[in-house]
C-alpha cells in the first residue's frame, strides 16, 4: 500500500515533529510526502492510545481524524468482556480497534466497513493483530445486517455526526439507527452490544431500545468516554448498570428501590473528616443514593455530589480526601483556613462561582497539595472545604 522508500522514511523519522517535516518535505522528492507524514502522525498517537498497535510492526494508520475518533485499546479491552460465544460481527468496522480487541476470543469473526480505503487497512492489519481468519467485507451496516447468517454477538457504533459533520446524540438521528434495527439486530444475534455517545440520556436510551440487560458507563481518567448498552434476546428482567472508571467499578440494578442518602449534619469539626468526590462513571449514572447507601456514605446536599464520613472508605469509585477545615465565604473565616496557601486545585460542586471565579476570589494560583472545594450544604451555606489527599 506504501512504497518501500515512504516505509523507510516513516521509520527513520517516526519520532519527529510531523509540521516541521511537511515544511521540509521538498529534501525528499523520492517519498511520497503525504502518506509518510499520516504514518508518522498515525505512530505517535497510537503510542500514546493504542500501546499495543504502537507495539506492532507494520501497521498502517488512516488520517488524522478517525484516529482521533477511534476507541482507545483501554475501551476496546473493556468491551471485550462484553462478547459471548464464538461468532462476532462488527457491522461498523471503522479502524478496528474494537473489532481487533473483541474478536481475540472468537472462532468465526466478521468485520464490515463502508468506507473501502477503511477496509483495505484491515485487510492489511488484522492478520498482524493476530486475526489472519478474519472476513473483512465492504458494505452498508443495514444492508449487511438483512441478509447475515445468525451470530452470537454483534457490535455496532452508530456514527454520531450528521452529513454537515455536526454531532447528533439522539439515537434516531445517529447512523445507522440502532432504535429501528432493534428487532432485526436481536433476531440475528442473540447478544448485541451497543456504543453511545457518553452525552446521551441514559434513561431515554432505555425507553428507545427494548431487551436492554445491561448498562456500561465507561471512564478513563476521570473523563466519561462512552455508554454501552447490551441487548439480549427474550430479555424482559432488570438492568444492571456497571460505573467503570479505569480500575474503579460499581454496579447496581436500576429501579430497584434505595432510600435517599442521608445528608450530612453539618457538623463543622469533627475529630475526622474524610470528603469524597465521585469519578465521571458515578456521575454520568447519578446514582448517588446506591453508593452512598453501599457505603454509609452522608450527602453534603442532594445537589452537591460530594459525599462524607466519619471514617475512610479505601474503595471509593473516584477521589478521597482529609477534610482539615471548612468555613464559609466570610473574610473572618476564610483567612484563617487559607492562612500559609499561595497554591491550591480548587473545584466547585453546586456553588454560585465557577472554578477561576473562586481561584480568583481567593488569590490563590492553581496547584500545590491542597484541595479546595467550594458547595453548598443542604441548609443553602455556601462553604469551603479545605483538604489534602487521602492515600490510605
Not at 503525504?34 to 508518522?40: D, G, R, S, V
Not at 439480549?232 to 480500575?247: F, I, K, L
Amino acid at each position: 500500500m506504501i512504497d518501500p522508500t515512504t516505509l523507510d522514511f516513516v521509520q527513520a523519522h517516526e519520532q519527529d515533529d510531523v509540521r516541521q517535516l511537511a515544511l521540509q518535505s521538498s529534501r525528499w522528492p523520492d517519498v511520497d510526502m503525504a502518506a509518510a507524514l499520516q504514518q508518522i502522525a498515525g505512530r505517535q498517537t497510537a503510542r500514546a492510545k493504542l500501546p499495543h498497535w504502537a507495539a506492532t510492526p507494520g501497521l498502517l494508520y488512516p488520517p488524522h481524524l478517525s484516529m482521533e475518533q477511534c476507541s482507545s485499546e483501554q475501551t476496546a479491552r473493556y468491551k471485550a468482556r462484553l462478547v459471548e460465544g464464538e461468532s462476532l460481527v462488527d457491522l461498523t468496522g471503522g479502524l478496528g480497534v474494537d473489532f481487533a480487541m473483541m474478536a481475540q476470543g472468537c472462532s468465526q469473526v466478521t468485520y464490515v466497513e463502508q468506507k473501502p480505503e477503511l477496509c483495505e487497512l484491515a485487510r492489511h492489519n488484522l492478520p498482524l493483530l493476530g486475526l489472519p481468519r478474519a472476513r473483512v467485507v465492504q458494505a452498508d451496516a443495514v444492508d449487511h445486517l438483512r441478509h447475515m447468517a445468525q451470530v452470537d454477538t454483534i457490535y455496532v457504533d452508530p456514527a454520531r455526526r450528521d452529513r454537515s459533520g455536526n454531532r447528533v446524540y439522539g439515537l434516531s438521528d445517529c447512523a445507522p439507527d440502532v432504535s429501528a434495527l432493534a428487532p432485526i439486530l436481536l433476531d440475528k444475534a442473540h447478544t448485541v452490544i451497543v456504543k453511545l455517545s457518553p452525552m446521551l440520556d441514559l434513561r431515554q436510551a432505555l425507553r428507545q431500545l427494548p431487551h436492554v440487560e445491561q448498562v456500561h458507563i465507561v471512564a478513563v481518567r476521570g473523563e466519561c468516554k462512552e455508554l454501552l448498552l447490551v441487548m439480549r434476546r427474550g430479555h424482559d428482567g432488570q438492568v444492571t448498570v456497571h460505573c467503570a472508571n479505569d480500575e474503579q467499578h460499581f454496579g447496581y440494578t436500576l429501579g430497584e428501590p434505595v432510600e435517599p442518602a442521608p445528608v450530612w449534619n453539618e457538623v463543622w469539626h469533627p475529630s475526622e473528616l474524610w470528603l469524597y468526590e465521585p469519578n465521571a462513571a458515578i456521575m454520568k449514572a447519578g446514582c448517588h443514593d446506591q453508593l452512598a447507601a453501599h457505603l454509609g456514605l452522608q450527602v453534603i446536599a442532594r445537589d452537591s455530589h460530594l459525599m462524607v464520613s466519619t471514617h475512610p472508605v479505601s474503595d471509593f469509585p473516584g477521589r478521597s480526601f482529609i477534610v482539615e477545615g471548612i468555613s464559609t465565604m466570610s473574610k473572618r473565616e476564610l483567612k484563617p483556613l487559607l492562612q500559609g496557601i499561595t497554591r491550591a486545585n480548587v473545584a466547585v460542586r453546586n456553588f454560585p462561582l465557577r472554578s477561576p471565579e473562586l481561584v480568583s476570589r481567593l488569590k490563590l494560583k492553581d496547584g500545590g497539595q491542597t484541595y479546595l472545594f467550594g458547595t453548598t450544604t443542604a441548609t443553602g451555606k455556601h462553604i469551603i472545604i479545605k483538604c489534602s489527599t487521602n492515600n490510605a
